[in-house]
């Protein structure tokens, strides 16, 4: 299993970015996909989740409005639209993916997450 992230970079406070995480070696349309994001000297947050066939998603209430998680089951992607974006969204944010056969809920916790992405950093200028 593979996840691939990408999309970080430099963005000035009030921007944009889209994050995307690509996944092989699994049956993508089964899995809970979503986005941790981890700042220096911080612990890992769940910052959005989407369930499998989307009926469900969960967005922080830190980026509730400004963020969008999404998914394209026939492109094996979860994609992450920042807009908005602030100095305390500076972060390496990570895709995760959790088989949906074990729950129906999008769990906060990391260690609920078998598979992860290598990270993608998003830096903010003010």
């Known amino acids: 299993v593979q996840l691939q992230a990408s999309g970080g970079g430099l963005v000035q406070a009030g921007g944009s970015l889209r994050l995307s995480c690509a996944a092989s070696g699994l049956t993508f349309s089964r899995y809970h996909m979503v986005w941790f994001r981890q700042a220096p000297g911080q612990e890992r947050e769940l910052v959005a989740g989407?369930?499998?066939?989307?009926?469900?998603?969960y967005h922080a209430d830190s980026v509730k409005g400004r963020f969008t998680i999404s998914r394209d089951d026939a492109k094996n992607t979860v994609y992450l639209q920042m807009n908005n974006v602030n100095v305390e969204d500076m972060a390496v944010y990570y895709c995760?993916?959790?088989?949906?056969?074990?729950?129906?809920?999008?769990?906060?916790?990391?260690?609920?997450?078998?598979?992860w992405g290598q990270g993608t950093q998003v830096t903010v200028s003010s």
């Open positions: 989407v369930s499998r066939s989307s009926w469900n998603t």
């Open positions: 995760a993916a959790r088989a949906a056969i074990m729950t129906t809920s999008i769990s906060t916790a990391p260690e609920d997450y078998a598979y």
